[in-house]
């Protein structure tokens, strides 16, 4: 009985502190599992060494003598797989770079040249190498754009070339009345025209002293409009004279000519000055056309010369033409869009090759309906029939004939029956 109540007081003393006695133990019982594991692993892939026999050698020393030894043999080889990832091409790893970006679906070129590997390579961020290589991606895509385009033109122009040759082969087994105008004829019989407007037509003059308020682009522009307003005078029925005035030799306007018409410069039917319109023509007779003009054009006066500027605005510049205008004491005109069109969106000055198309119409048929047709169509929303102006008048003008139409006297007698 006695023993049992001092067994049972030990065990009661210790309860306290078996919660905290319980992890060393089995701590200690982990380490040594794991001793016998790394030891039995180490047995196996470390080769047998010999060591010098000592007297007092623990298993724990051996153990770590083992583990440093693999720890340094990792390290050597940690150090030499870096040196040869240093050693190896920087080109190389830039074009790994690049393939997998387009294995993860990034907008990445398929073609890639050695100028811009460097260029990559040189990016400071990951960023600015994403950017320069979509630049690259989308330039690729345009260029194969391009060259299926041209690819189709050629095709459409070799299938049109196969037809001509077929419709040749099936003219020459039949006899015609009319012999087949080429397109050699055309050019000698327009040819013909602009020599006849040379020597007998209405000027119209292109203004090119403005060359100085545009920039390189709009200066493109305004050179691509000026041959397409020669061309569409070229073949008109009744063309222009056209004065090329103010054009300094090998200004920007000048070289850029050359540049687009090549050898045809000289052989073009046009009057090319350094002159100004004022030395050419008497000011009585010139009409500066001009979208900020007070003054409405009514008629086309086939007396006068029209003037027009050489100048595309895209940094909106109003009054520019108008200002020149009157430092030369010149009258001034702007064609009446607001009269017989419904104008919608947009500004009213209309491009070099559109006011050309439409003074020719004018000139030829005398209809403001038929010549501005040539208005692009995403400015207004249509024709005006008749003015606000001349529909009250109208109106005025029905209303006085229906009560005109009544004898004196009706409607009051009207009202006194009522």
């Not at 790394?38 to 060591?51: E, T, V």
């Not at 308020?213 to 569409?232: D, F």
């Not at 929303?381 to 009560?403: A, C, P």
């Amino acid at each position: 009985m006695p023993v049992f109540l001092k067994m049972s007081i030990s065990i009661t003393f210790i309860r306290p502190f078996a919660r905290v006695l319980a992890p060393f133990t089995l701590n200690r019982k982990r380490r040594v599992l794991y001793s016998t594991i790394l030891q039995r692993y180490m047995s196996s892939k470390i080769p047998a060494m010999s060591y010098p026999k000592k007297e007092n050698t623990s298993p724990e020393q051996l153990e770590l003598d083992g583990w440093k030894i693999t720890m340094k043999s990792s390290v050597q080889e940690g150090v030499s797989t870096d040196s040869s990832t240093k050693d190896e091409d920087p080109v190389a790893a830039t074009r790994e770079l690049i393939e997998m970006w387009r294995l993860l679906g990034r907008e990445v070129p398929e073609h890639i040249s050695e100028e811009e590997l460097k260029t990559v390579m040189e990016c400071v961020s990951k960023s600015s190498k994403k950017k320069y290589l979509k630049y690259l991606c989308v330039k690729e895509k345009m260029k194969k754009a391009k060259q299926i385009k041209k690819e189709m033109k050629a095709a459409a122009k070799a299938k049109a070339k196969d037809q001509v040759l077929e419709t040749i082969q099936e003219d020459k087994q039949q006899n015609f009345l009319f012999l087949r105008l080429w397109d050699r004829h055309m050019d000698i019989a327009m040819g013909w025209k602009g020599v006849q407007a040379m020597q007998f037509g209405q000027p119209l003059v292109f203004d090119m002293a403005y060359d100085d308020y545009m920039k390189p682009k709009e200066l493109q522009n305004t050179v691509s409009q000026l041959l397409e307003s020669e061309g569409w005078n070229r073949r008109n029925v009744d063309p222009f004279h056209i004065y090329f005035c103010n054009l300094k030799v090998d200004s920007p306007f000048h070289r850029m000519l050359i540049k687009r018409y090549g050898e045809k410069w000289n052989k073009l039917l046009l009057t090319a000055t350094e002159k100004s319109h004022v030395d050419l023509f008497p000011k009585d007779s010139i009409i500066y056309l001009t979208a900020d003009s007070p003054n409405v054009m009514t008629t086309f006066k086939h007396d006068k010369i029209y003037i027009v500027g050489s100048f595309v605005d895209k940094n909106m510049q109003p009054g520019i033409s108008l200002a020149k205008a009157k430092r030369l004491n010149l009258a001034t005109e702007c064609l009446p869009l607001d009269k017989y069109l419904q104008w919608d969106i947009g500004t009213k000055n209309l491009t070099i090759d559109q006011i050309t198309r439409i003074l020719l119409c004018l000139k030829n048929t005398g209809s403001w309906e038929e010549a501005l047709k040539f208005v692009p169509k995403r400015k207004h929303t249509g024709y005006l029939d008749i003015s606000q102006h001349s529909q009250e008048f109208v109106n005025r003008v029905k209303k006085s004939k229906t009560m005109n139409s009544f004898p004196k006297g009706s409607l009051n007698i009207y009202k006194q029956k009522r």
